[in-house]
C-alpha cells in the first residue's frame, strides 16, 4: 500500500491552510502555516494567476491529503459515491467520513488522522467486538468501536481522550468505557473542513 512520506507541513501550506495533519501541532505558534503561510518552494510566494481547472484539482487534492488517501483509492470512492442515490459530492464525503480511522479520530482516540490511521493499522481498535486492522474499513450504523482490551493502557490513547474536542453528532463516546458508537450518518456540516465538492465533482466528470 502506498502513501505519502514527505512533510504533512508542506501539504498545508501548498493548500493555503491548516488541514490539521499533525494533530496538537496544528494548535500551536509552531505551525508553519501560521509562520509561513505560502506555498512551499523557490516560487512558493510568486504572484500567480490559478485556472478553473487549477482551483478543481487543488480542491481534489485537499480533500485527498486530508483523508491521507492517494489517487486511485479516491478515484474509486468517486465511482462508488456516483453510483449512490443523491448527491455525488454528499455521497463521497459521506464514505470519507464512514472510513474507520478517520472515525477514530472524530471520537477522540486519536490526535490527527494519521495518528489514527497508524493506530488502526496496529490493532488497536475492536468494531463490534471484533479487531480490525484495515484504515478504509466504513464504519455502518451502530457499529461499537473499542479501545482493544491491552490498549486501554496506552497512555497516547488516554492523553487524546483527555482533550477537549468536539464530537461530531453522529458519534457517542463514552471516555470512561473507551468506545464510541455510530449513532447516525455524517453529513456535511458534521466535517470539521468543509470543500467546495461541486468542484471535484465537475473535475471527474469530465
Known sequence: M?????????????EGQKLFLKGDKCYTD???????PYAPGEHGQGRRKISYYGTQLRE??????????????FRRYFKEAAGM????????????????DNTVYRMGFASSRSQ?????SHGFFNVNGKKMDAPAYNIKLNDVV????RQKDNETVKGNLDIQRTIPAWL???KDKMEGIVIGMPKKE????QFEDHLIVELYSK
Open 30 to 36: 509552531k505551525c508553519p502555516v501560521a509562520r509561513r
Open 60 to 73: 481534489k487534492q485537499k480533500a485527498k491529503r486530508v483523508y491521507g488517501v492517494m489517487e486511485k483509492q
Open 190 to 193: 458534521d466535517m470539521d473542513i
Open 2 to 14: 502506498s502513501k505519502y512520506l514527505g512533510s504533512s507541513c508542506k501539504l498545508c501550506r501548498r
Open 116 to 120: 489514527a490511521r497508524e493506530m488502526v
Open 172 to 174: 457517542s463516546v463514552d
Open 146 to 149: 473499542t479501545v482493544s482490551g
Open 85 to 100: 442515490k443523491g448527491m455525488t459530492g454528499d455521497n463521497l464525503f459521506q464514505i470519507l467520513e464512514r472510513r474507520l
